[in-house]
């Protein structure tokens, strides 16, 4: 059963880049399954900083297949404007394979969404502003228009004509804009089609074949599970399902086919947006959270909220996804603290949690029940394995591990590959 599932635990920004890029190694695919270019990977590898959005990091691999799952949004603009990028690096993008069923983010959403945002006013959710909710939503409308539909001029401008109508009423009549225009975007995304056609393919058959041929699949997934449509802080959320059992819904593959469920797992907590976030610190701990960490979004840039690791949510990540094991990440962020911190537990309305809160609004008042423990002072990047690291580290690890209920199968301690070191 060669597939496995990578994913993130907490808000994202988890550090999936690096562990998709470590695990990388010994896979023959790589497929994203879910959003769009709302997320950022930074990757670094043989001393170049890349940052990605929408391409899976294996692309950076010479025997790997990169595939866009039919449950990823594209933005084709975007997406040729990345693979230029990584062309110009001298890295071989004709390994890219993007599902014909994958719904295109249209002008329209980027517009859309601006708009919306701006109009939710102090109850706006944060959005990254790539599309991303519009486009899922008219998948969910089925009036989308999907990638194939650009192979087929006739009928991609009457489904284009159709929706505009629509979106230009919108536009026009209810935020005062200017409507947008059908001729000017066919004639955008013919030649933007033209660029994309080698490159798309029924990427569900092409996965089957090589789990038929015994070929290693890794399916990963962007944002993270509390992000997840359905089971993170709605509405503080992004409009696709990060969580593992999407994994399959997305690249057209069963269950049986998948043995490990890779959490990736930051040794802290980060946000970007607004919603809940009981363990966030606002004062002196999350401002070096912050620049200790570099937390600042890959792809907006914005300032990341901080905060001490929550065994809570890790559980509730362990228990949705089916977690085999944990991946944990920029654990020398956290050296030079005298002490750390672990969130064990919620208090609300005089009650106790050690589970998710079941009602979104207990969740809102979650106050975090902590447990303390010894830091480490020394810079800890160098360690050359995971017996390298100072105890407090390890017992810091092990510890993490207990209260999730999931083993640690790696420890990363810094941007480079080199620098993610095995556990037992
Ligand atoms: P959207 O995905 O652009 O619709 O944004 C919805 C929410 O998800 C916002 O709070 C974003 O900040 C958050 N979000 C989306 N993508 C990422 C990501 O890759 N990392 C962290 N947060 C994200």
Redesign the pocket.
């Known amino acids: 059963m060669p597939a496995s599932i990578v994913l993130g635990t907490q808000?994202?920004?988890e550090g999936k880049g690096k562990a998709v890029d470590y695990l990388a190694d010994r896979m023959d695919f790589v497929v994203r399954y879910q959003?769009g270019n709302?997320?950022?990977h930074t990757v670094i590898a043989e001393g170049r900083l890349l940052k990605l959005q929408l391409i899976p990091s294996g692309i950076l691999y010479d025997h790997i297949t990169s595939v866009i799952a039919g449950g990823v949004v594209v933005d084709p603009r975007h997406l040729i404007k990345e693979m230029n990028e990584l062309r110009a690096l001298g890295v071989d993008v004709s390994r890219l394979v993007v599902s014909g069923n994958a719904h295109l983010i249209m002008p329209y959403h980027l517009e859309l969404e601006k708009v919306t945002e701006r109009f939710l006013g102090k109850n706006a959710?944060?959005?990254?502003?790539?599309g991303?909710?519009p486009a899922y939503g008219d998948k969910a409308a089925r009036i989308g228009l999907r990638v194939q539909d650009l192979f087929d001029a006739k009928i991609f401008r009457e489904k284009l004509d159709v929706v505009l109508r629509e979106k230009n009423l919108i536009l026009t009549k209810i935020y005062n804009r200017l409507p947008l225009d059908a001729d000017r975007i066919v004639e955008e995304y013919v030649d933007l089609a033209s660029q994309l056609e080698p490159h798309v393919a029924d990427t569900g058959a092409l996965l089957y074949r090589g789990l038929q041929d015994g070929k290693h699949v890794m399916l990963e997934g962007?944002?993270?599970t509390l992000?997840d449509l359905d089971h993170g802080t709605y509405p503080?959320?992004?409009?696709?399902t990060p969580v593992a059992g999407y994994a399959l819904a997305s690249a057209g593959i069963g269950p049986r086919e998948v043995d490990r469920v890779i959490g990736i797992v930051k040794a802290y907590v980060t946000?970007?947006?607004?919603?809940p976030f009981p363990t966030e610190d606002v004062d002196e701990t999350g401002e070096r959270l912050g620049v200790r960490g570099n937390e600042f979004?890959?792809?907006?840039g914005?300032k990341r909220r901080c905060g001490w690791f929550d065994a809570v949510l890790g559980r509730y990540a362990a228990r949705l996804n089916g977690l085999t094991e944990l991946f944990v990440t920029k654990l020398d962020v956290l050296s030079g603290f005298e002490r750390v911190r672990i969130c064990t537990g919620y208090r609300a309305d005089g009650a106790l949690y050690d589970d998710f809160p079941p009602h979104q609004s207990l969740f809102h008042k979650a106050e975090p029940v902590y447990e303390e423990l010894d830091g480490w002072m020394e810079e800890i990047d160098e360690a050359t394995s995971f017996e390298d690291l100072p105890k407090e580290a390890r017992t810091y690890v092990h510890r993490l591990e207990e209260l999730v209920g999931v083993p640690v199968s790696v420890v990363s301690i810094g941007p480079a590959r080199q620098q993610s070191l095995p556990v037992g």
């Open positions: 808000w994202g920004d959003g709302n997320a950022g959710l944060g959005t990254t502003k790539r991303i909710g962007a944002q993270g992000l503080f959320v992004t409009s696709s946000r970007v947006g607004a919603g979004g890959t792809v907006t914005r």
